[in-house]
């Protein structure tokens, strides 16, 4: 058994600076309390580091008892969730230096990350529940960091209701699939059930509810309504963290823990069925906005159902786990780039808001044009890429009509889409002068989340060469 501290590294990295910089902030006065910030920072470059030196270093294995999950899809959504705790902390810099308690901040997101890559990397369903708490109870002080905001501690109040009500759904799932298997351990699992079954039920049962419980962080239904609030009343550095950062962890855990299900449980018809649900949901209701934030929120939504038809095809298509790695890659580049362009904004979040805004910031207005073209699937943009290689899958896999669905749903999402885009730049602003910005740093962290949209499109084909050979151990 491989029992290597080191192949925790990118976690560790990650814990070590989360207590450095809650150290500071305690010890800090509060003018040097800024000084978390490149605490956090030096900690994902840290952990960045770490999990490209152990992609190039390390076989695909597991570790610690076969509980860790050391291969390619972890490792993708690692660096996936590291970049974006980057472009947080870079927002959250600017947009909190007000609040009182500022200097924590930087110290939950990155207990909030840590808790995401646990949920990627998880060979154990007992890991599966930590990973999970620790995202979710993190994610309910970041959804509500705004106390004085009704409308923010109203979305925490929601994220946190019905983030309850799913974990104990998890807990249940996991106990049932212990009782199914006799073991906690996936590999175990995996061998144990494909033995001729004897408790069908009790399969499909641990199924829907493991299935229920992490649709949760992913924001697909039924557990979805906390998204859009959370998107548009939430802080904007912790919206941008919340809509991707929990769902990259999330969606390959629950592909993870199916996978070792047999087929007699009808888990991919369930998964199936969520995904469908969940895309045609996002994009209808993405229809009716009014508020930006509120719309990325839907739009999160319908991506997670997206994101979801990898997890189906999972074993029956040899493009599954490159499409799903790939897909959230652009994904959350893209979804970052859209909330950072708000932030930099200070926060406007009416469509309304953004009549004219080419001619005013045209920099912002060129980052917030390539998020959403991303978020269509418009050439050559990452988003373009990740959704024709998810249906490709689809279609390989036997899923013909999930495909066609998905596409159905991306012409519907290319309305809402240019209910925002046309007003950019045909009409007139509200007002002749520039619209004011948050920042130097928040700027920055747009730009670079704009850019990373095109380069992960342009990069395509090496980046989808080096998924080929990925795995989803056990």
Do not use: C
Not at 8 to 16: I, Q, Y
Not at 131 to 154: D, F, I, K, N, W
Request: glycine share 8%.
């Amino acid at each position: 058994m491989t029992m290597d501290v080191g192949h925790l590294g990118p976690e560790l990295a990650l814990v070590v600076g989360a207590v450095a910089a809650l150290l500071t902030a305690v010890f800090a006065p509060r003018g040097a309390q800024w000084v978390t910030t490149p605490v956090a920072l030096a900690a994902t470059a840290v952990s960045a580091a770490w999990t490209v030196r152990l992609a190039v270093t390390t076989p695909q294995t597991l570790s610690f008892e076969r509980a860790w999950a050391l291969d390619r899809v972890t490792q993708g959504a690692e660096l996936i969730i590291v970049a974006v705790t980057v472009l947080t902390l870079l927002l959250a810099h600017e947009w909190m230096r007000t609040d009182p308690r500022a200097g924590e901040y930087p110290a939950v997101v990155l207990f909030s990350a840590t808790g995401a890559m646990a949920l990627a990397g998880a060979a154990d369903t007992m890991e599966v529940v930590v990973g999970m708490l620790l995202v979710s109870v993190t994610g309910y002080t970041l959804a509500a960091y705004h106390r004085q905001s009704p409308a923010s501690v109203e979305a925490g109040m929601k994220y946190f209701l019905i983030g309850a009500l799913t974990n104990s759904l998890l807990l249940i799932g996991v106990i049932i699939l212990f009782g199914a298997a006799g073991t906690t351990n996936l590999a175990d699992s995996a061998r144990i059930l494909a033995l001729p079954p004897e408790a069908s039920v009790a399969l499909v049962a641990a199924a829907v509810t493991i299935a229920v419980g992490l649709a949760f962080e992913i924001g697909a239904v039924p557990a979805h309504a906390w998204l859009p609030d959370v998107s548009q009343a939430a802080p904007v550095p912790s919206a941008a963290f919340l809509t991707v950062a929990p769902k990259v962890g999330a969606v390959v855990a629950l592909g993870r823990v199916l996978h070792v299900l047999p087929a007699v449980g009808g888990w991919r018809a369930l998964v199936a069925v969520l995904a469908a649900a969940t895309m045609t949901l996002g994009n209808l209701a993405a229809l009716w906005q009014t508020d930006l934030r509120r719309l990325i929120g839907w739009s999160s939504v319908s991506q997670a159902g997206y994101a979801l038809i990898a997890v189906v095809v999972i074993g029956r298509s040899e493009m599954a786990l490159p499409a799903l790695v790939f897909f959230l890659a652009g994904y959350a580049a893209a979804n970052v780039a859209a909330f950072a362009v708000v932030a930099e904004l200070r926060g406007r979040t009416r469509i309304d808001d953004y009549r004219g805004l080419a001619s005013q910031r045209p920099a912002l207005a060129t980052v917030l044009v390539v998020a959403l073209l991303s978020l269509v699937g418009i050439p050559p943009l990452a988003g373009f890429v990740g959704k024709l290689t998810l249906f490709t899958a689809a279609i390989d896999a036997g899923y013909a009509w999930l495909a066609l669905l998905a596409v159905a749903n991306t012409v519907v999402s290319l309305f809402y889409y240019l209910r925002v885009l046309g007003p950019l730049y045909f009409d007139e602003a509200p007002a002749p002068e520039p619209v004011a910005v948050l920042g130097r740093w928040a700027g920055v962290a747009a730009v670079a989340a704009g850019g990373a949209v095109v380069a992960v499109g342009l990069a395509a084909g090496p980046l989808l060469s080096a998924l080929a050979a990925a795995q989803m151990l056990p």
